[in-house]
Each structure stands twice: as structure tokens, then as C-alpha cells.
């Protein structure tokens, strides 16, 4: 079992900044690889970004270059640093970790991320 809090949203206007953390307990954090997903308002859940358990990333095409994932393993954290916020990243954003087996999938309780001037 892996349990996941996400933290770090919040209001902040365009071209603004923001980063999301997202701790985790309960098992060995390095073997998952570990995403950040956004679901905004009448829309469906989507993958912003991804690492894996080897460090790789990768991203929407809607968020690259504005946005970074990066893993401390030794923290249990996950972080999502967003650059030139939008409004349309106006989001739920939601941590994920997806281990080596089908069952070993988690999610945390979201954290709202409202960028409007």
C-alpha cells in the first residue's frame, strides 16, 4: 500500500509560478514510477506528466517546457514545478504511483491549482 498528500496548489495568476509536492508512505517509493495527472471542470483526467522509477520523463505536449517532474527518493517526494501558468491549466492535479505490479496503483486526493487574474 502506498499512500499519497499532495500539496502546493493554490491561486496564482498568469505567467506565475507554482510547485506541487506529493509525499508518499507505506512502501518503497523508488521501484514506482510516479505521474502527475489534471482533471479541470467537465473534462476528463489527463496525464501532465510522468517519472519513472529510473528517472525518465515524460510530458504532455501542452505543458512542455513549462513544466518540470523531478523525484527524491530519499524524501519519498515527487515534485511538479509549473512555469508560465495559463488559465487553462486551471486543474484537480492528482499524484499517481504506479508500481511493477497491475495492483500496485495509487492515487492521492488531489490538490486545485486556479491560475486567473
Known amino acids: 500500500q502506498v499512500q499519497l498528500v499532495e500539496s502546493g496548489g493554490g491561486l496564482v495568476q498568469p505567467g506565475g509560478s507554482l510547485r506541487l509536492s506529493c509525499a508518499a508512505s507505506g512502501s518503497i517509493f523508488s521501484v514506482y514510477a510516479m505521474g502527475w495527472y489534471r482533471q479541470a471542470p467537465g473534462k476528463q483526467r489527463e496525464l501532465v506528466a510522468g517519472i519513472t522509477s529510473g528517472g525518465g520523463t515524460k510530458y504532455a505536449d501542452s505543458v512542455k517546457g513549462r513544466f518540470t517532474i523531478s523525484r527524491d527518493n530519499a524524501k519519498n517526494t515527487v515534485y511538479l514545478q509549473m512555469n508560465s501558468l495559463k488559465p487553462e491549466d486551471t486543474a484537480v492535479y492528482y499524484c499517481?504511483?504506479?508500481?511493477?505490479?497491475?495492483?500496485?496503483?495509487?492515487w492521492g486526493k488531489g490538490t486545485l491549482v486556479t491560475v486567473s487574474s
Open positions: 499517481n504511483a504506479r508500481g511493477p505490479r497491475i495492483d500496485m496503483d495509487y
